[in-house]
């Protein structure tokens, strides 16, 4: 995988916990540290699910060897389709109920919510799992984490100045992303 998909990727994993962060800090009022916090948990979080499900492709990867450009092929669409119906749908899956206005937000919230925008990335984990060795799938859950430390804190800092962030078209484009490296690791298996 080349730096430039590798940032994509994350960039596209990452958008839900741009919106997230940013609707967050404009109902509840974080602080810095709380903002801090909360990219800090969500980083966690995007980190930790891509790498587990890399982990669960890794060990089925010699078992369907066969057919694992399918299944990346199919895991990457279904995720980036997911984002893409949701930003027509008009961004469904937002924090609602989960934070009040003006309320604090918990450590638990934060971990909910950080769970909440990474479920997808189990699914993209999988794939990378499939198709890449472990070696090459570190760093790439290293750049997500990462990348996903600095879109959320930037999503919360802008929440707090109240600027809108446009969670449909946010949503269409990174489901595009997904779907894209999807579709670019079946013609590079089919061509092989």
């Not at 930037?154 to 100045?161: I, R, Y």
Request: net charge neutral; hydrophobic share 55%.
């Amino acid at each position: 995988m080349t730096i430039v998909e590798t940032l994509l990727l994350s960039l596209a994993l990452c958008v839900d916990s741009l919106v997230v962060s940013a609707a967050t800090s404009f109902r509840s009022h974080l602080t810095i540290k709380q903002a801090f916090l909360m990219a800090v948990i969500f980083a966690i979080c995007q980190g930790l699910f891509p790498l587990a499900g890399a982990i669960l492709g890794d060990a089925f990867s010699q078992i369907i060897e066969s057919i694992d450009h399918w299944i990346a092929f199919a895991l990457l669409s279904y995720a980036g389709g997911k984002m893409i119906y949701e930003g027509v749908m008009n961004g469904k899956g937002s924090n609602e109920g989960v934070i009040a206005d003006g309320k604090q937000v918990s450590i638990g919230a934060m971990f909910l919510l950080g769970i909440a925008t990474s479920i997808d990335a189990l699914a993209v984990g999988i794939g990378l799992g499939l198709n890449l060795p472990m070696r090459q799938v570190m760093p790439v859950v290293a750049t997500i984490a990462l990348t996903t430390l600095i879109v959320a804190f930037v999503g919360a800092l802008l929440g707090q100045k109240r600027v809108h962030i446009p969670q449909r078209t946010a949503s269409i484009v990174a489901g595009c992303v997904l779907v894209g490296l999807g579709v670019k690791i079946l013609i590079e298996h089919l061509t092989a």
